[in-house]
T-cell receptor
Framework: KQEVTQIPAALSVPEGENLVLNCSFTDSAIYNLQWFRQDPGKGLTSLLLIQSSQREQTSGRLNASLDKSSGRSTLYIAASQPGDSATYLCAVSGTNFGNEKLTFGTGTRLTIIP | DTGVSQDPRHKITKRGQNVTFRCDPISEHNRLYWYRQTLGQGPEFLTYFQNEAQLEKSRLLSDRFSAERPKGSFSTLEIQRTEQGDSAMYLC????????????FGQGTRLTVV
């Protein structure tokens, strides 16, 4: 059974700093890994999708990397802003055909201090 | 098309009542997923459809839960005889039906059972 772990559970950093969020998964047989952002009481916003054959994806100040063999991904946020404060979730999808449900970690709650 | 739409956004119900939630996916997406999220946890998979066919149901989905997707468009999730443990955020997501595609989530329906 796939298990996804995110460390740390919470993180506070001053505005302007670069930071890294970590995600690990137990079964390396994945199709893709997706990073999401969730604001309190809201749904999930997709940030980046990394296919299993890829090593990284970039969008603006965000960069996500994937090391499938070691079961790890990182989300790098450059020049953090107060608007980046949210919970960040990573999720992986399985490889069985038709079984592409996402398995989520419990998230990292990020607070950017102005 | 503005993304995945869920209705209602909030629902308060008395224990023992039935409730029904609706999800309208992105129009060209033929896969539709339901997830449940409790406070401080990541979303957990409940069920998914490809077009109108329900292809997988989680063991979390007790016999009080039923989901439909008539005509492969919108979907409904019904909970019968609600219990306090059903209180959660119910999230709907949609994607295209081939491996490794990005999932897009709605804003969720927050259910409170009193």
């Amino acid at each position: 059974k796939q298990e996804v772990t995110q460390i740390p559970a919470a993180l506070s950093v001053p505005e302007g700093e670069n930071l890294v969020l970590n995600c690990s998964f137990t079964d390396s047989a994945i199709y893709n890994l997706q990073w999401f952002r969730q604001d309190p009481g809201k749904g999930l916003t997709s940030l980046l999708l990394i296919q299993s054959s890829q090593r990284e994806q970039t969008s603006g100040r965000l960069n996500a990397s994937l090391d499938k063999s070691s079961g790890r991904s990182t989300l790098y946020i450059a020049a953090s802003q107060p608007g980046d404060s949210a919970t960040y979730l990573c999720a992986v999808s399985g490889t069985n055909f038709g079984n592409e449900k996402l398995t989520f970690g419990t998230g990292t709650r990020l607070t950017i201090i102005p | 098309d503005t993304g995945v739409s869920q209705d209602p956004r909030h629902k308060i119900t008395k224990r023992g009542q039935n409730v029904t939630f609706r999800c309208d996916p992105i129009s060209e997406h033929n896969r539709l997923y339901w997830y449940r999220q409790t406070l401080g946890q990541g979303p957990e998979f409940l069920t998914y459809f490809q077009n109108e066919a329900q292809l997988e149901k989680s063991r979390l989905l007790s016999d009080r839960f039923s989901a439909e997707r008539p005509k492969g468009s919108f979907s409904t999730l019904e909970i019968q005889r609600t219990e306090q443990g059903d209180s959660a955020m119910y999230l709907c997501a949609s994607s295209l039906a081939w491996s490794g595609t990005e999932a897009f989530f709605g804003q969720g329906t927050r259910l409170t059972v009193v």
